[in-house]
């Protein structure tokens, strides 16, 4: 309740942000404006629909509208790699990110993991791991930069980006939930003073992290 009441109160100075307006940067507007706000569906998205439906709410959950502007960013970054962390395994998200391309690589990093869900992603194309997150974290960062990461994680979510924040590259995208949590804000205070995070978006629940050492710091609240 406290979250929506805070919503309210602060939308008329977020909503020129919102729609794009006031973002001076070209990039930063095509991404709020036609990537964030887009309300065309994908091909994908009945297909996705119907195995919302069918899987058991075992693990982390987010919105199909959260899950949609999910696949939305994936189809525009086109990231080669997708690593998503969670302590519970936030699976359809995983599932969203992995539909934009048959190509993607997609890894779940997860402390807790039932049969359903690790059948669930695993027929999808994405390889589940579940344990220590830190110790799972590394061993994908050996691998090579990432491209796009996943933290949807309250508690050690700071030590998981700062970890991997250092294994990233221009075009690199972190995705940053729960920021509605005294945990979540204190990452998000943490990531905005980060000199390595570069533009950041606040969307309320959610947070975007670029990397793009070209780009001046600044950070947008939708």
Known sequence: MRYWIKRVVTYPAHLRHRLGFGVQSPWAFYLVRFVLREKWPFYAFDELKVLRSALPKNGASFSRKHDERLFRLANWLKPKRVIVVGEDCPCLSAAYLAAFSKSVK??????????????????????????????????????????????????????????????????????????????????WTGILGDSRARVTFNLGRTGLVFFDTKRVKMNYNL
């Open 106 to 187: 997609v890894g779940c990093l997860c402390e807790r993991l039932v049969a359903t869900e690790k059948d669930f992603l695993e027929g999808r194309g994405v390889e589940c791991l579940c344990g220590n997150l830190m110790p799972l974290l590394e061993s994908e960062c050996q691998q090579g930069e990432l491209d796009c990461l996943q933290i949807a994680v309250k508690e050690g979510a700071w030590d998981l980006y700062d970890y991997a924040a250092g294994h990233t590259h221009d075009n690199s995208m972190f995705i940053v939930e729960y920021l509605d949590t005294n945990e979540g804000k204190q990452l």
